[in-house]
């Protein structure tokens, strides 16, 4: 099966100019000026997007595919995410995880959710493991999963947050290095994901444990890094240090200490942070606390994933980065960061996992592997339990 985008100004996410892109079954083939169909090749499908932009798909670390909350009592735990929530926002690659609630919300059940999701037609991962300590495991240790379970690209722990375990420093360190071993044993990342919390230590154990052990700095993948000034500053020091500093982008309407997302990203790099170790991440499925006007909470909302989409957005028209660089914080970094190879480039032999914008950066249609699941800006492939238009 083939397909051609016509005449689109590919974004790759490096601007290569106006070019006509070739998508072979799950792949790019091939870039070039002009490249029409061949008849003996069979039937090949051509969408003309001239005046578009054509991006990467997009790669969100960080989503609660099977729900998360439950913070304030059974009734406020979140649901799962459809395939449409994450394809219409552009989004291709997925990273699932746990949260605070890992006794009603277990591991197998966001493995099989991650492999559902695949089966749907997008890309997905999970971290392994929540916020107890021991944290729960498929088979038996962080180490084990990350290398026996396909899946599993890396750890997931809470620190200088109330909900936490209290993992000591040496506790963390011990999960980073079982994350390092299984990804080394296994050829994957072997990150140790960090849901970091608003507690005064702030980034403090990563920089003593990097400091008096050999474990690298890359090793660890903070993210919430933007929820108050003072611990954005702390990830700005780390991403100087060659961390990575991951910016969530769901944030609640009235959470006025928190910076939205394109002030983050100006703030870090303003600070002198390299934007090849910034990376964001929606927190899709979380709950959220949700304000009237007055400030006063109203009630819990789940997070949507398109925050990720609208804050890549408002970067750009804030002109805080051009779309080609803004498109790294999405793409290029979070692939780099992950290791995955085939992602986060439109590049001959990557996954054809593209989404196409239109002038006003409105996504027009979505490919994963190669296959249309938004066109015209409509979900034209769903989720098994989604509606469907009748
Ligand atoms: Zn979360």
Redesign the pocket.
Known sequence: MFTILKNGRVCAPQDLGVRDVLLADRSVAHLADRIDPVPAYGATEVYDVTGCFVVPGFIDQ?V?LIG?GGEGGFATRTPEVMLSDLTTAGITTVVG?L?TDSVTRHMESLLAKARGLEEEGISTWIYSGAYPIPSPTLTGSLRSDIILIDKVVGGKVAMSDHRSAQPSKDELARLAAEARVGGMLSGKAGVLHI?TGDGSRRLDWLFEIVAETELPITQFTP??LSRNPELLLEGIRFAKAGGMLDITTSISAAASSRPRPAEAVKTCLDAGAPLDRITMSS?GN?SMPAFNRKGDLTGLVAASPRSLYEALCEIVRAKVLPLPDALCLVTTNPAASLKLPRKGRIVPGGDADIVVLDADLTIRHVFAKGRCLVKDGQAVVRGTFESHPA
């Open positions: 960080h609660h998360g995880t949260g849901h993210t919430h927190d979380g």
